[in-house]
């Protein structure tokens, strides 16, 4: 039986100077070759569901043969988690500075060719030794040697940073506003895609746009394309996935326990585990290039009734939704059906029935093949 | 076919100077003794569903034998519609002073017992017009002779009363958070609530607390009991219900077309309509005390997978919800069961997973009877 | 020197776990017999003031000869005080509910005449012991022993009120938005208001609605009518104020010690402190009757320019304010000047300079005296 | 005397149907070589005295003999201004998706290149105007043909920066939180700073961060670079600036009658009129680099009482502000004194005493030199 242990760590603190804490689980594996993981949940303060995945996993390792480390760390986010303003959680954005929380890792792209200069011959172990060390020691020097400080966000951002970098494998938690299940997958771990129980990838490329795994894949990606233009090859250990388990401001331990199951296969895959039963559930997968997944914005304000299913292909010219506008009513046209000249896979809409002229109403596949 | 015409209601402005406006349509019946209607919608900014019943009733009456007047009116909180904060609706309460836009309509009790002693020996007819006259003269002293002004609700709340109080039947469309159908019903109109097919039926006394149903019947039940005091029996004619919907910030058309054919069917039952097709639905309907309408505070923080199906007894001891607290876990119980030792139906729970320790997690009916 | 104990009192928890914590300062008097003392800062998010207050005045009860026990709470709201939305702090309401922070304390009237009953021949002390214990104990059973709970603010609510009605003297610290120094007195109290530095003071009646002044006097001026009823007298021990400092989300620590020594001279006045330097300052003290304390509600919405001067006496006819609406210029009226036509003393505007139609402009005294 | 025209621009509108507009007034001029002018206000909810100002400037104008046209537009966001939470205006960001209202703007630097090489040999006059019609052309394209639409703050930013790129001047009016005046100024456009009434310069470079000024002298700048690398000199007509006014929240119609008077100062030195009594005041004018421009982050959570005077350089140690935690008295230190190595210009601070770990306490001018 698998054991964990447990910390706390400490992320800021708020005006009353009450502390902001994060609690980390460490477990151990057997075998210090296996890859290591890093798993995290609730970035965004509504996207809740994933600590209940983090509760199965803990509960399903317990039988586990554990060959790599696994660090999990739920409630990642103390401040969204608790940024409530009405009855819902806010907590997608500092409720200060309005910044994505989910935008403020890093990545600092002008470090990669120095240390690739320097290690043009140097073996593959002591490459990877020394980058993830230069990764590590480049957040530390954020963390601890600025005096003109941090912001709230990169804070927490960095401190998780520093955990996610020490591993090999990252997964970040979300979900969708009403969304059916995806993934994000940098486009060179494509195969990996497969073993989870998702059925919607999306393919993103090698830019940073400051999430965490952007911030933890972009830089070996960098590193192998540097090393390529030195005509090394290099493949990339490095895997990061943000894993979008369906709808936010909802906890389901039932179905917690299947995405933990899912999760499991792709670590069964990767050889951080070694229990047969956990393999990829047969389904159809589709793929779809970051360039293509589009978000259509409402072309007026008004109070949608959402028609199209998550997830199958919506034919050309079928409403995605209709939107009521009483106002028009005697003098206008009271619903607006919306529909798109291509085929699409809707695969998420926003959370509310109320939306203003430019609300982000759906975001599809507008192109997609299968996986 | 029936006719409508259609009116735009200045109701306050922004601080850009944009007007605050509210859309009323009339639709005028065959029959001048025949009971007039108001309805309205979307008081509270999330709950939106009733503008698309209205939708949905103007389409009926369209095809219907009408004998009494409605009016109707959609997005009756013009602040409330558009106050966004994160993707979802707050429009609960004002923004700027915390409070709930449905408890700042008007009733003057101390109004009832001069204009009883004045019409002690008036006919029925004299004092129903008195009456209903001396309601909008108070409301229109309130709107127009105050020179240290109104607040930006009791401004929206009053126009909209001014319309309620000359109807016969008043009806407000409200949604619960995430929520079953419900009925809000003053204590001597239980007949009545069969007709609508709602199955919970909450009976309310005579108190005032600020809501729209109140201040439209609370003054009638008033003066019934005055003149009862005197030895005079006194019929009530008015009679005003706050419809739950079902969950806020969804807008359901098929739905709304049901709802809209339970409306009617009241209407058919008072007179309103010719129309012998709408009739209530058979279903068990269950009746409850508002004092017996018990809200369930959570007795933790943390984040909530909710159990219990709506509408159904719940025995002693079954499960309400499972709260997860992720960072008990490895020192403490991760998973926290909420039951009651009594049964009870639960009518409606919170619209988010997470929960501060004292948030209001469920509404149930605490005792209940067949209505 | 005086000596203080420090505590951490839990009175909640969030979504996270993340406890609600609030630290409590206990100084101890050399004279059990001198008044108690309870003070409390911060119970809405914005008015810090108070917190400086409070370290100003343990560092001045340093050098103080201290006859009567002193608890001092800042931070009383820690939910309120880290409830920030943009730049500012919100934590005048509960973000979920609306409800205002300061209207969740507890008076249960109706045990009142009961007690009375059992104690027509008691004497004063043991009807003082009795009754304080009766108000403990009820709070007691609020927060002990309800099977649904309660709300997240009454829980902080009634944790503060326990240690409030342990003490004789009772100072909840407030600020206004923009505002001047002003008092909230009962009016039994009157002569007590003169001791502070505070030049306007509001006299406040008999009447409960849920702020911590009124719920702990509430309960012994109501003790007294009672006795008076059954023809006993009975002399008030208790005094409860809530004291205005200034303006909101500004800590000035400068002003916060001329705050603490006018709070020192009325404690020199009741004798819990017996320092002779802490004396009122001259100056004119106006009064007026809460009935009398009038907002002016904004006529139109636009952006205030605030014209006039706090503290002193406004003629009739000069301007409050002037309303700026450039909306309206080339076809209407761009400035819209305010004016009232009675004298009134204004005492507190809003906090910004754009307000709806119905926004609450200024507070004014629009009848008052010299205290 | 001058006049001018109205018109209302619809610029989106809210889920209720509610329309978004904004006012514009157009003056013209009697000279059509004369530069022309677009000036707008209160693009951010809270900050509004540039309403005032435009006010206080279509006044001035009234006497003044204008030879270049004048747009003026003040409540350039009409879902800004009135965005409500708690007594402050938020409107610094979209409510719904967390982006701020001043980074929506639009840059195709891709477009440059390729007009370059078509115009090599063109004439200044036809590549002024040429150009102005691909600016032109491409927000019309963008508000015009996009089957997937805009966002909101899309749709409202191309509509004003649609009547911008038709003016050779264009002043954008801001405040910062609790602020001094100061200027931003495209680096090439410093001779121009010394005109205005504002002791403070930022120079800016040629970054486009989706700012209004960046995205109208950007495309000028760019253009002016790349006919350089061609050997061919481009003397830049058009001058953006953002005007940062003082403080938010406040609207003072003197201080803005001061404020109009400095830009007609500007205005005559560009010769957009002519009326030789707006000069420059004389003061001390410091200059920065928008590199040297940093915030300091607050290193604790805590309460602020901001110490050091706006505008004046601040030596080195000497204290910016002192923080207060009063949860530390009696443990810790319950007073913290922030201070920097280096002499600074402390430019603007918070709004609010109370901030987290790593809110933005300051900003300061970290080098500067006379202008």
Redesign the interface.
Known sequence: MTN?S?EVMHV???????K??V?V?RLKGSDATAPSVYIQANMH??E?QG??V??QM?ELLKATDLKGDITLV??AN??G??H???????G??D??????WNRMFHFNEAAIAPFVATHLDSNIATIEQAFSELMLADIDQLLDHN?????????IAYQLQRLAHQADLVLDLHTG?ISSKHLYCPEYARESASYFDIPHTLLIPNDFDGALDESTFCPWWTLQEQFAKHGRSFKIKKESFTVELGSQ?????DVALDDAKGILSYLQYKGVINQAQYQPKEMLRYACYLKDY????????????YLAEFGQPLPAGEPLA?I????????GD??HYIS??HEVIPILH???????????LYKVFSKFSLL
Chains 1, 2, 3, 4 share one sequence.
């Open positions: 964990f447990k800021g603190e708020m005006a009353s100077g009450a902001l804490t609690p689980y303060g509504a809740v600590n209940a983090i509760l803990l739920p409630y103390p401040v988690c608790n409530k303003n009405g009855e819902y959680t806010l997608r954005f409720p200060i500075t309005g910044v994505n005096i003109y400080g941090l912001t709230t966000g990169q804070r506003p401001e909802q906890i389901d331990l589009k978000a259509f914005y409402s072309p007026m304000g008004g109070m949608v009734d209709r009521l506008r009483m106002d028009n009513y005697g003098d009271p619903l798109l000249d926003f959370a509310s029935a109320s939306v203003n002229q430019g609300t982000e």
